[in-house]
């Protein structure tokens, strides 16, 4: 009797051990949720949006990669934005360098937690079909978790709610403000051009997402405010980074714009910080300093 009382109340112990261990100690299983949704952007022409989105529901992440393909039969690609982003650091900015997919790195230091949009991909449509997110897929996706671990997130491809596509919708309408401030980079470190100088840069904007770049590269100094004219002696040059610089020589005042696609623009003017030996006053001194020992080696033997 007593072995039977003892068995019930082991069992029943047992069971809620367990219960206890389950609820405080287990790890729940979490997931990324990510969507594509058709954004209601104001754009010119017959452009149209397509968007990816994530809702980390409980969870924070500091990591995306990925690619999505697109139906090129029917798709002509346009241009990629990140505008609204929750990615401020791209490793690999979106870019499409295989035709028919559009690639993307990109980490968000401190990481990241709740809905928002990744990137964004204009397109044309050759059929004029307004309903173009069934031509878009997510060919594959990583989500790493902010633990300091790296660990890999499960994700998990929805249909989104309208609420949630509208809340994260943005539009070109009322965007006043210009590109987020950058610095051009100077290198020359690639094979593939030929190990010549050229430039690196990107930025991101949050309105309606940056459009296009241009570079000028003037033998004198420009002087004017953004979105001023310049003088019919320099035009702007159409640019993608990485661009190959015209003059090799680096003796040019170079300057990129980045402009939004609500034609918002901003210009900065590359930093060419020169080593003390291509200053024009080092090699000053060391001419003063020639004439001085030859003058003074002159004196030297007149006088002994």
């Given at each position: 009797m ?20 389950f ?30 989105g994530l ?8 990591t ?9 039969n ?5 241009s990629t934005?990140?505008?609204n982003s929750?990615?401020?650091?791209w ?8 035709p ?6 990109g ?5 990241f ?22 031509l878009v897929?997510?060919?594959k996706?990583?989500i790493?978790?902010n633990?300091g ?14 609420s949630?596509?509208n ?8 965007d006043?403000?210009a ?17 010549q100088?050229y ?6 904007d ?6 296009k ?6 033998p004198?100094k ?9 003088e ?29 696609r609500?034609?918002?623009d ?10 003390f ?14 004439l001085?020992?030859v003058?003074?080696g ?7």
């Open positions: 007593m072995l039977k009382n003892f068995s019930k109340t082991s069992i029943t112990t047992i069971f809620f051990l367990t219960i206890f261990s609820v405080f100690f287990a790890q729940p299983a979490l997931a990324v949720d990510i969507f594509l949704f058709s954004a209601q952007q104001e754009l010119p022409g017959d452009e149209l949006v397509v968007s990816l809702d980390t529901g409980a969870d924070r992440i500091n995306v990669s990925g690619e999505l393909s697109y139906d090129q029917i798709l002509d690609l346009i934005s990140n505008a929750v990615i401020p650091l490793v690999e900015a979106p870019a499409s360098k295989t028919g997919l559009v690639s993307f790195s980490i968000v230091p401190g990481g937690g709740g809905q928002g949009k990744i990137i964004s991909l204009v397109f044309k449509s050759k059929i004029g079909d307004k309903d173009i997110t069934k897929k997510v060919k996706i990583e790493l978790r633990d671990a790296g660990t890999v997130v499960a994700v998990k491809i929805i249909t989104p709610s309208v949630l596509t809340s994260l919708d943005i539009s070109s309408v009322g006043t403000n590109p987020e401030p950058f610095k051009p980079i100077l290198s020359r470190n690639d094979p593939l051009l030929g190990n100088s430039l690196i840069f990107n930025t991101t949050k309105g309606s997402g940056i459009d770049y241009f570079v000028i590269e003037s004198v420009l002087n004017f405010k953004s979105g001023a004219n310049l019919q002696n320099f035009i702007w040059a159409p640019a993608e980074s990485p661009y190959l610089l015209q003059d090799q020589t680096l003796s040019s005042h170079i300057y990129v714009k980045a402009v939004d609500a034609g918002n901003l210009v900065v003017e590359l930093s060419q910080e020169k080593e030996y291509q200053t024009w006053w080092f090699w000053l001194l060391i001419i003063i300093l020639i001085f020992v003058i003074c002159k004196l030297y033997r007149k006088k002994y």
